[in-house]
């Protein structure tokens, strides 16, 4: 089983509103990501959490607050957003190593619309 | 950063091969990748090849690795219809595994 849920599928929010999006795998992999990614461009990063720490911020704005509640689960919290934030946001997990491939699987996403 | 490039466009006709190219800058680059993305959906993981392997076959795939000139290429036999897509190649960061870098992605057109 090589699935990354992801929780909606799609997102209307006003630029004052609060919302999450959710993220779930049961791999074991304990290397979680977000991705943004706008149309016809390849995904960017934004975060990734390492053992449920946050290892990797990109200099992503704090209207974005990422949570991973436990290695299974990884929120993207969502507060006072721009229109140009609207974008597809992907989760990933992998293994974590050095020693290996650390392959990343990817998520559906979901897509988000600001307005 | 590391730099992955890959030409925007490609068109086979349904049954000829298509060859996907990517050039990558990070010669210490472990693992290299590629992605395929259809329309409205997320990224799915095609293959991979570990830098000391020249060659890895998949059933209708083919990767190719050049380490000296630093170049990946993906060859998809038998082209489908349902092959059209975007595919992206992916190396990883030389000093954090979890970090990957994407190419810009070449979007594949099969005409019936």
């Known amino acids: 089983d090589t699935e990354v849920t992801q929780t909606p599928k799609h997102l209307v929010m006003g630029m004052t509103n609060k919302k999450s999006l959710k993220c779930e795998q049961h791999?074991?992999?304990?290397?979680m990501y977000w991705y943004k990614q706008k149309a016809k461009k390849p995904p960017e990063l934004m975060f990734v959490?390492?053992?449920?720490?946050?290892?990797i911020n990109e200099s992503v704005p704090s209207r974005f607050s990422p949570e991973c509640p436990n290695s299974s689960l990884l929120n993207l919290h969502l507060h006072a957003l721009q229109p140009e934030d609207s974008a597809l946001y992907l989760c990933a997990s992998s293994q974590e190593g050095r020693a290996r491939g650390n392959t990343i699987y990817f998520g559906e996403g979901s897509w988000l619309t600001v307005v | 950063g590391e730099d992955v490039e890959q030409s925007l466009f490609l068109s086979v006709r349904e049954g000829d091969s298509s060859v996907i190219n990517c050039t990558y800058t990070?010669?210490?680059?472990?693992?290299l990748y590629w992605y395929k993305q259809e329309p409205g959906a997320g990224l799915q993981l095609l293959t991979y090849?570990?830098?000391?392997?020249d060659m890895k076959q998949d059933q209708r795939l083919t990767v190719l690795l050049n380490k000296k000139d630093k170049h990946l290429s993906l060859r998809i036999a038998d082209t489908q219809t349902g092959d059209s897509a975007i595919y992206f190649c992916a190396e990883t960061a030389r000093y954090n595994f979890n970090k990957f870098y994407f190419g810009s992605g070449t979007k594949l057109n099969v005409k019936p």
């Open positions: 959490y390492s053992y449920e720490k946050l290892s």
């Open positions: 791999m074991g992999h304990r290397a």
């Open positions: 090849i570990f830098s000391n392997m």
């Open positions: 990070d010669s210490s680059s472990t693992y």
